[in-house]
């Protein structure tokens, strides 16, 4: 069971299906993160308060899952509850290591915000151009029972990308992609971007349905909202490769690769079936 640390748990656990309390949630999943969270936080964070100085109607969390870390991610993102308060900053526990996909739902599954944004915690992504999805987002409207989804994308980094990984890695990557364009998502460019906004509605509708926990978790999220016609933008961000990454490349994409299996299969033989929830 997830555990919110008690220097930084709220009276009352937050739900997804409850009114939004504030504008943004920014849920950050993180497994032995110890060394690359702080410079993420402190850009988040240095982003998040001066754009409420700005604008003092703007109101924010920022939600630090912690997925069975074995370092001392924990410690330090309770550092940053310390500084700004529980109110904004909240670390969230898992006991054993759930994958990405498991985190961010139960981040999600915590918010307040009225969007929510996921963002890795290694900072490759600029956080600042939050803007830029927030824009692709509004240029979605009017959003269909309230929900929209802007993604992020590196898909306009590609060739240079290429041409600093090596060909066996480049190779999996076409492959990976071949597979998502074939079996799942055929409109968006790059389905694995950590940076993705969602309306309040849209994360109810698809992280409710949602069954993978590990990487492919973005895959099915992006498939779910399609086959709920939930409109989707994509937006080019800058990107920064980050070392650190836990991706190992043979194995992560032959995981990825399984799942993608599974997410087709299983929602063509009706064994995963997509239902409407409702907000309280």
Sequence with gaps: MPQEDAECRKAS????????????????????????????MDEALDYLEKRQKQDPSFTYEVIV???????????????????YGSDKVRVISLEKNRGKGGAVRTGVFSSRGKTILMADADGATKFADIE???EGLKNLQ???????????????LEKDSIAKRSYFRTLLMYGFHFLVWFLCVKEIRDTQCG?????????????????????????????????????????????????????VPFWSWLQMGRDLLFIRLRYMTGAWKLEAKKCN
Aim: proline fraction near 6%; include cysteine; glycine fraction near 4%.
């Design 13 to 40: 656990a937050p739900n997804l299906r409850d009114p939004a309390t504030r504008e943004l949630s920014v849920v950050v999943p993180s497994y032995n993160e110890e060394n690359r969270l702080p410079l993420m």
């Design 65 to 83: 899952v912690n997925d069975g870390s074995k370092d001392q991610t924990a410690k330090v993102a309770k550092e940053y509850c310390k500084k």
């Design 132 to 134: 830029k999805v927030e």
């Design 142 to 156: 009017p959003w269909p029972e309230g929900m929209a989804i802007s993604c992020g994308s590196r898909a306009h």
């Design 195 to 247: 940076f993705k906004l969602l309306t309040r509605e849209a994360a109810l509708q698809t992280f409710s349905n949602l069954h993978i926990e590990r990487w492919a978790f973005d895959v099915e999220l992006l498939y779910i909202a399609q086959r709920l016609k939930i409109p989707i933008a994509e937006v080019a961000v800058n990107w920064t490769e980050i070392e650190g990454s836990k991706l």
